[in-house]
Protein backbone atom coordinates (compact mmCIF):
# COMPACT_ATOMS: atom_id res chain seq x y z
CA UNK A 1 0.00 0.00 0.00
CA UNK A 2 1.00 3.71 -0.75
CA UNK A 3 1.33 5.72 2.45
CA UNK A 4 3.48 8.52 1.12
CA UNK A 5 4.29 10.87 -1.32
CA UNK A 6 7.22 13.37 -2.12
CA UNK A 7 7.05 16.78 -3.85
CA UNK A 8 10.55 18.33 -5.09
CA UNK A 9 10.24 22.04 -4.73
CA UNK A 10 13.53 23.22 -4.76
CA UNK A 11 14.39 24.49 -7.69
CA UNK A 12 15.45 27.83 -8.81
CA UNK A 13 13.05 28.35 -11.56
CA UNK A 14 15.33 30.59 -14.30
CA UNK A 15 12.97 30.67 -16.60
CA UNK A 16 10.21 32.74 -15.01
CA UNK A 17 12.96 35.59 -13.75
CA UNK A 18 12.46 38.02 -12.34
CA UNK A 19 9.08 36.97 -10.48
CA UNK A 20 10.63 34.25 -9.02
CA UNK A 21 13.69 36.40 -7.46
CA UNK A 22 11.03 36.88 -4.41
CA UNK A 23 8.62 33.67 -5.29
CA UNK A 24 9.03 30.10 -5.36
CA UNK A 25 7.93 29.29 -8.75
CA UNK A 26 5.40 26.73 -7.40
CA UNK A 27 4.01 29.34 -5.66
CA UNK A 28 2.52 30.55 -9.05
CA UNK A 29 -1.32 30.85 -9.24
CA UNK A 30 -3.24 29.74 -11.74
CA UNK A 31 -5.30 31.78 -11.43
CA UNK A 32 -5.93 31.98 -7.82
CA UNK A 33 -4.48 28.79 -6.99
CA UNK A 34 -0.76 27.82 -6.39
CA UNK A 35 0.40 25.47 -8.57
CA UNK A 36 1.72 22.94 -5.72
CA UNK A 37 -1.87 23.22 -4.31
CA UNK A 38 -2.92 21.59 -7.27
CA UNK A 39 -0.25 18.51 -6.75
CA UNK A 40 -0.72 17.93 -3.16
CA UNK A 41 -4.33 17.51 -3.70
CA UNK A 42 -3.62 15.20 -6.79
CA UNK A 43 -2.10 13.13 -3.66
CA UNK A 44 -4.25 13.66 -1.14
CA UNK A 45 -7.16 13.13 -3.84
CA UNK A 46 -5.48 9.63 -4.66
CA UNK A 47 -5.60 8.27 -1.16
CA UNK A 48 -2.32 10.05 0.41
CA UNK A 49 -2.42 11.83 3.63
CA UNK A 50 1.53 12.21 4.06
CA UNK A 51 3.52 14.79 1.94
CA UNK A 52 7.22 15.40 1.97
CA UNK A 53 8.10 18.59 0.32
CA UNK A 54 11.49 19.09 -0.97
CA UNK A 55 12.45 22.58 -0.47
CA UNK A 56 15.38 24.91 -0.77
CA UNK A 57 16.32 28.28 0.29
CA UNK A 58 13.69 31.49 -0.63
CA UNK A 59 10.59 28.68 -0.17
CA UNK A 60 9.19 29.88 2.74
CA UNK A 61 6.47 30.64 1.21
CA UNK A 62 4.97 27.05 0.18
CA UNK A 63 5.31 26.13 4.12
CA UNK A 64 3.32 29.38 4.84
CA UNK A 65 0.73 28.77 2.58
CA UNK A 66 -0.18 25.42 4.07
CA UNK A 67 -0.08 26.72 7.71
CA UNK A 68 -2.77 27.98 9.90
CA UNK A 69 -2.84 31.40 10.08
CA UNK A 70 -5.00 32.81 12.82
CA UNK A 71 -5.19 36.38 11.92
CA UNK A 72 -6.50 35.70 8.78
CA UNK A 73 -9.24 33.19 9.85
CA UNK A 74 -10.51 35.40 12.81
CA UNK A 75 -11.25 38.15 10.30
CA UNK A 76 -12.89 35.95 7.85
CA UNK A 77 -14.39 34.45 10.64
CA UNK A 78 -15.93 38.02 11.99
CA UNK A 79 -16.61 38.76 8.52
CA UNK A 80 -19.03 36.31 8.09
CA UNK A 81 -16.73 34.48 4.51
CA UNK A 82 -17.91 30.86 5.71
CA UNK A 83 -16.62 29.48 2.16
CA UNK A 84 -13.28 31.12 2.08
CA UNK A 85 -12.95 30.22 6.25
CA UNK A 86 -13.64 26.68 4.92
CA UNK A 87 -11.51 27.02 1.92
CA UNK A 88 -7.84 27.97 3.98
CA UNK A 89 -8.47 25.80 7.01
CA UNK A 90 -8.65 22.79 3.90
CA UNK A 91 -5.33 23.80 3.04
CA UNK A 92 -3.90 22.80 6.69
CA UNK A 93 -5.96 20.12 7.60
CA UNK A 94 -6.11 18.01 4.36
CA UNK A 95 -2.74 16.41 4.52
CA UNK A 96 0.68 15.68 7.40
CA UNK A 97 2.76 17.96 5.23
CA UNK A 98 6.31 17.76 6.27
CA UNK A 99 9.23 19.41 4.81
CA UNK A 100 12.88 18.85 4.20
CA UNK A 101 16.25 21.38 2.41
CA UNK A 102 17.81 20.02 -0.42
CA UNK A 103 21.13 21.65 0.52
CA UNK A 104 22.93 20.86 -3.50
CA UNK A 105 20.88 21.73 -6.48
CA UNK A 106 22.07 18.88 -8.69
CA UNK A 107 19.53 17.32 -9.72
CA UNK A 108 16.37 15.49 -9.19
CA UNK A 109 18.05 12.22 -8.05
CA UNK A 110 19.50 14.50 -5.23
CA UNK A 111 16.24 15.67 -4.50
CA UNK A 112 14.57 12.33 -3.87
CA UNK A 113 17.62 10.73 -2.02
CA UNK A 114 17.02 13.61 0.18
CA UNK A 115 13.51 11.80 1.18
CA UNK A 116 15.16 9.26 1.91
CA UNK A 117 14.85 9.26 6.19
CA UNK A 118 10.93 10.09 5.97
CA UNK A 119 10.32 7.58 3.18
CA UNK A 120 12.14 4.42 4.41
CA UNK A 121 11.92 1.11 3.09
CA UNK A 122 8.56 1.79 1.26
CA UNK A 123 7.23 2.52 -2.15
CA UNK A 124 6.08 6.19 -2.44
CA UNK A 125 4.43 8.55 -5.10
CA UNK A 126 6.82 11.26 -6.90
CA UNK A 127 4.85 14.20 -7.89
CA UNK A 128 7.10 17.09 -9.39
CA UNK A 129 5.89 20.30 -7.96
CA UNK A 130 5.85 22.14 -10.93
CA UNK A 131 3.78 19.88 -13.41
CA UNK A 132 -0.33 19.62 -13.08
CA UNK A 133 -1.75 17.10 -14.30
CA UNK A 134 -5.28 17.36 -14.94
CA UNK A 135 -7.24 14.14 -15.01
CA UNK A 136 -10.83 13.03 -14.24
CA UNK A 137 -9.27 10.27 -11.96
CA UNK A 138 -5.89 11.57 -10.37
CA UNK A 139 -3.10 10.12 -12.24
CA UNK A 140 -1.42 9.34 -9.38
CA UNK A 141 -3.90 6.73 -8.62
CA UNK A 142 -3.63 5.80 -12.06
CA UNK A 143 0.11 4.22 -11.03
CA UNK A 144 -0.88 3.29 -7.82
CA UNK A 145 -3.28 0.67 -9.31
CA UNK A 146 -1.01 -0.16 -11.51
CA UNK A 147 1.60 -1.22 -8.73
CA UNK A 148 -1.08 -2.42 -7.30
CA UNK A 149 -0.97 -5.31 -9.39
CA UNK A 150 2.61 -5.17 -10.35
CA UNK A 151 5.03 -3.66 -8.12
CA UNK A 152 8.00 -1.71 -8.59
CA UNK A 153 8.65 1.32 -10.92
CA UNK A 154 5.39 3.10 -12.76
CA UNK A 155 6.26 6.06 -14.77
CA UNK A 156 3.22 8.67 -16.28
CA UNK A 157 4.14 8.82 -19.57
CA UNK A 158 3.13 11.07 -22.85
CA UNK A 159 3.75 10.81 -26.21
CA UNK A 160 5.45 13.90 -27.45
CA UNK A 161 6.51 15.62 -31.04
CA UNK A 162 10.12 14.33 -32.11
CA UNK A 163 11.44 17.97 -31.71
CA UNK A 164 10.39 17.71 -28.16
CA UNK A 165 12.19 14.63 -27.08
CA UNK A 166 15.24 16.29 -26.04
CA UNK A 167 13.77 17.98 -23.20
CA UNK A 168 12.39 14.57 -21.19
CA UNK A 169 13.47 11.47 -20.42
CA UNK A 170 12.45 8.95 -22.84
CA UNK A 171 11.23 5.06 -22.39
CA UNK A 172 11.88 2.38 -24.45
CA UNK A 173 9.45 -0.83 -23.62
CA UNK A 174 7.14 -3.66 -25.26
CA UNK A 175 3.73 -3.10 -24.85
CA UNK A 176 1.82 -5.35 -21.62
CA UNK A 177 -1.64 -4.06 -22.01
CA UNK A 178 -3.54 -0.97 -22.83
CA UNK A 179 -1.47 1.79 -23.15
CA UNK A 180 1.00 0.11 -20.60
CA UNK A 181 4.80 -0.89 -21.65
CA UNK A 182 7.40 -3.44 -19.84
CA UNK A 183 10.31 -0.58 -19.95
CA UNK A 184 13.21 -1.96 -21.33
CA UNK A 185 15.53 1.38 -21.68
CA UNK A 186 15.33 5.08 -20.66
CA UNK A 187 17.55 7.93 -21.63
CA UNK A 188 17.52 11.25 -20.18
CA UNK A 189 17.27 14.19 -22.79
CA UNK A 190 18.11 12.39 -25.80
CA UNK A 191 18.35 13.94 -29.54
CA UNK A 192 15.56 12.93 -31.78
CA UNK A 193 17.82 11.11 -33.86
CA UNK A 194 18.94 8.84 -30.59
CA UNK A 195 15.45 9.07 -28.55
CA UNK A 196 14.33 5.16 -28.43
CA UNK A 197 10.38 6.55 -28.38
CA UNK A 198 8.34 9.32 -28.32
CA UNK A 199 7.38 8.15 -24.91
CA UNK A 200 8.35 10.74 -22.74
CA UNK A 201 8.27 10.79 -18.20
CA UNK A 202 5.03 13.48 -17.68
CA UNK A 203 6.61 14.00 -13.70
CA UNK A 204 4.48 11.30 -12.03
CA UNK A 205 6.09 8.42 -10.50
CA UNK A 206 5.50 5.59 -8.25
CA UNK A 207 8.89 4.58 -6.87
CA UNK A 208 10.68 1.16 -4.33
CA UNK A 209 12.29 1.89 -2.39
CA UNK A 210 15.19 0.55 -4.09
CA UNK A 211 15.76 3.42 -5.62
CA UNK A 212 17.60 5.05 -3.16
CA UNK A 213 20.57 3.15 -3.27
CA UNK A 214 20.41 3.04 -7.32
CA UNK A 215 20.47 7.21 -7.05
CA UNK A 216 23.81 6.88 -4.66
CA UNK A 217 25.47 4.61 -7.55
CA UNK A 218 24.52 6.78 -10.27
CA UNK A 219 26.91 9.20 -11.47
CA UNK A 220 26.36 12.98 -12.96
CA UNK A 221 25.28 12.44 -16.44
CA UNK A 222 23.10 15.37 -18.66
CA UNK A 223 24.09 18.94 -17.04
CA UNK A 224 26.29 17.82 -14.40
CA UNK A 225 23.23 16.53 -12.69
CA UNK A 226 22.42 13.28 -11.26
CA UNK A 227 19.26 12.08 -13.29
CA UNK A 228 16.35 10.15 -12.04
CA UNK A 229 16.05 8.72 -14.93
CA UNK A 230 19.31 7.03 -15.02
CA UNK A 231 18.45 5.74 -11.70
CA UNK A 232 15.45 4.22 -12.42
CA UNK A 233 17.70 2.95 -15.95
CA UNK A 234 19.23 0.86 -13.70
CA UNK A 235 16.72 -1.01 -11.98
CA UNK A 236 15.67 -2.25 -15.35
CA UNK A 237 15.71 -6.08 -15.07
CA UNK A 238 16.30 -6.23 -11.07
CA UNK A 239 12.27 -4.97 -10.41
CA UNK A 240 9.57 -4.68 -12.63
CA UNK A 241 9.58 -1.02 -14.12
CA UNK A 242 6.74 -0.28 -16.26
CA UNK A 243 5.43 2.63 -18.21
CA UNK A 244 1.76 4.18 -18.23
CA UNK A 245 0.14 6.62 -21.01
CA UNK A 246 -2.23 8.24 -18.03
CA UNK A 247 -5.05 9.13 -19.03
CA UNK A 248 -5.60 12.88 -18.80
CA UNK A 249 -3.49 16.14 -19.73
CA UNK A 250 -0.10 17.43 -18.92
CA UNK A 251 0.90 21.18 -17.60
CA UNK A 252 4.20 22.18 -17.17
CA UNK A 253 4.13 25.07 -14.99
CA UNK A 254 8.39 24.92 -16.14
CA UNK A 255 6.95 26.39 -19.75
CA UNK A 256 5.76 29.58 -19.34
CA UNK A 257 3.69 29.37 -22.55
CA UNK A 258 2.22 25.85 -21.14
CA UNK A 259 1.71 27.90 -17.97
CA UNK A 260 -0.36 30.55 -19.63
CA UNK A 261 -2.19 27.34 -21.72
CA UNK A 262 -2.75 26.49 -18.23
CA UNK A 263 -4.59 29.21 -16.95
CA UNK A 264 -6.62 29.88 -20.03
CA UNK A 265 -7.63 25.99 -19.50
CA UNK A 266 -8.58 26.20 -15.70
CA UNK A 267 -10.22 29.79 -15.78
CA UNK A 268 -12.05 28.82 -18.70
CA UNK A 269 -14.21 26.39 -17.28
CA UNK A 270 -14.80 27.85 -14.21
CA UNK A 271 -18.32 28.18 -12.91
CA UNK A 272 -17.94 31.42 -11.25
CA UNK A 273 -15.38 33.48 -13.91
CA UNK A 274 -15.49 31.29 -16.92
CA UNK A 275 -18.59 32.12 -18.80
CA UNK A 276 -17.54 35.93 -18.64
CA UNK A 277 -13.87 34.80 -19.45
CA UNK A 278 -14.82 32.69 -22.24
CA UNK A 279 -16.48 35.43 -23.54
CA UNK A 280 -13.84 37.79 -23.33
CA UNK A 281 -11.74 35.40 -25.76
CA UNK A 282 -14.24 35.18 -28.39
CA UNK A 283 -14.34 39.11 -28.48
CA UNK A 284 -10.19 38.74 -28.41
CA UNK A 285 -9.82 36.30 -31.02
CA UNK A 286 -12.73 38.52 -33.09
CA UNK A 287 -10.72 41.72 -33.11
CA UNK A 288 -6.93 40.02 -33.66
CA UNK A 289 -5.59 40.56 -30.49
Keep these: MIRKAVIPAAGLGTRFLPT??????????????????????????????????????????????????????????????????????????????????????????????????HVGKESFVLLLGDTVLDAALPCSRQLIDIHNRHGGVVLAVEEVPADKVNRYGIVAGKPVGTDLWEVTD?????????APSRLAIAGRYVLPPE??????????????????????????GKVPVHAFRFDGVRHDIGSRIDYLRCIVEFAARRQDIGPEFREFLEEFVKRGG
Design 186 to 194: LVEKPSPEK
Design 20 to 117: TKSQPKEMLPIVDTPTIQFVVEEAVASGIRDVLIVTGRGKSAIENHFDRTFELEAALSEGGKSEQLRQIRHLAEMAEIHYIRQKELTGLGTAVLTARS
Design 211 to 236: IFPAIEGTKRGVLGEVQLTDAIRSLV
